[in-house]
């Protein structure tokens, strides 16, 4: 049973009380699935500080590695990043020769941003690490119980995504 107490400030209390169900509740699915979350990232993050790089600048490293040269205003939402985030992020790795930034030809309004040769090679070997360390997360798992895993998160982020959405457009438009 969930206990949910209504408060006045941004923040509300929600209680467990017990949680001796067979129906789990989607509040202590979320907090199991933020703590996993969150212990994945900290070995993650273990692992990028030998390397130097940021957890940032390896994310949009490794989304140009795999997607290619991309406008700043696309690499931005794939990383998560605010539009002030990724200028910063694109700065630091130009300084470092790590990516280049170049006006797109069809717009010059719209900035490219492409890997270099040296951040190329300094990204696929990170990367490749990057690879082996979530096998050692992952490793408890079977292939289809990771499949599976792959396949519900991404049902429930795409549920989350649109609930989103439906929110953000209610909050435009004032409905």
């Excluded at 949910?4 to 209390?13: A, D, K, L, N, P």
């Excluded at 951040?119 to 990771?146: C, N, Q, W, Y």
């Amino acid at each position: 049973m969930i206990q949910y107490s209504v408060g006045t400030g941004i923040f509300h209390e929600i209680r467990i009380i017990s949680m001796k169900t067979d129906t789990p509740a989607p509040v202590h699915t979320w907090l199991v699935m933020m703590k996993a979350t969150q212990a994945i990232t900290r070995y993650a993050l273990a692992n990028f500080q030998k390397t130097g790089l940021g957890f940032s600048d390896f994310a949009v490293l490794e989304a140009l590695l795999h997607k290619g040269p991309l406008p700043v205003n696309v690499i931005g939402p794939k990383v998560n990043l605010t539009p002030g985030s990724i200028s910063v992020a694109v700065d630091r790795l130009v300084a470092k020769d790590l990516v280049s930034r170049v006006e797109s030809s069809e717009d010059r309004r719209v900035r490219i941003v492409a890997l270099t040769p040296r951040g190329k090679s300094v990204i696929a070997p990170i990367f490749r690490a990057h690879a082996a360390t979530m096998e050692k997360v992952f490793s408890g798992l079977s292939h289809d119980e990771l499949r599976q895993l792959e396949r519900q998160l991404k049902r429930v982020g795409k549920q989350a995504e649109s609930l989103f959405e439906r929110c953000a457009a209610k909050g435009r438009t004032g409905k």
